[in-house]
């Protein structure tokens, strides 16, 4: 079932890898409940969590609750639409992902990390469309990670985007693939 909460109204510590490390992250709407859910059947709790400096995440959650008048809405959405156009490639913004999951035999975390976020959505396409044209695949809305199984697809990713990533499982250790980054 899906349960409501305000931007920011919990935080916790997100375990990162060097060479990022722990960070202060705060709950965030995100597709994660849903997408999760509809994957992973027998799941039982999905959140997103945003990674922030500490004092920022503070300021989220004592603010998120602003976000619920349109007022405020209409201001802080006003306020990022004057951004600059993002960078891609390899100037692009730095960004980084962790998922946990927790089991009987204690918890298992997948992280991935890189430079272009588009230039990685777009290998993935790329990668999910040359999966379809050879006849591997079906056409029709599937995850890419179901193309050639997450860890093919992490791999080749790692080649065309420049993606770095890790999986640390209670039983089995860790692996991973992907370049060094920086």
Request: hydrophobic share 40%; charged share 25%; net charge positive.
């Amino acid at each position: 079932r899906r349960e409501h909460e305000r931007v920011g109204e919990t935080r916790r510590l997100a375990w990162f890898p060097k060479p990022i490390g722990p960070a202060h992250a705060a709950a965030v709407p995100g597709p994660e409940p849903v997408t999760v859910a509809v994957h992973t059947p027998g799941i039982r709790q999905a959140r997103c969590y945003l990674a922030l400096p500490t004092w920022r995440a503070e300021v989220l959650q004592a603010t998120g609750g602003l976000l619920r008048s349109p007022r405020w809405r209409d201001v802080v959405g006003r306020r990022l639409e004057q951004g600059d156009e993002p960078a891609t490639g390899a100037d692009g913004p730095r960004w980084a992902c962790v998922a946990e999951s927790r089991g009987g035999d204690g918890v298992a975390r997948a992280w991935a990390y890189g430079r272009d976020p588009v230039g990685l959505g777009v290998a993935g396409l790329l990668t999910l469309a040359a999966a379809v044209l050879a006849g591997r695949v079906d056409a029709g809305v599937l995850p890419a990670s179901l193309v050639d199984g997450p860890s093919a697809l992490l791999d080749r990713l790692s080649v065309t985007a420049g993606l770095r990533w890790s999986v640390a499982r209670p039983t089995t250790g860790a692996r991973g693939g992907g370049t060094d980054g920086d």
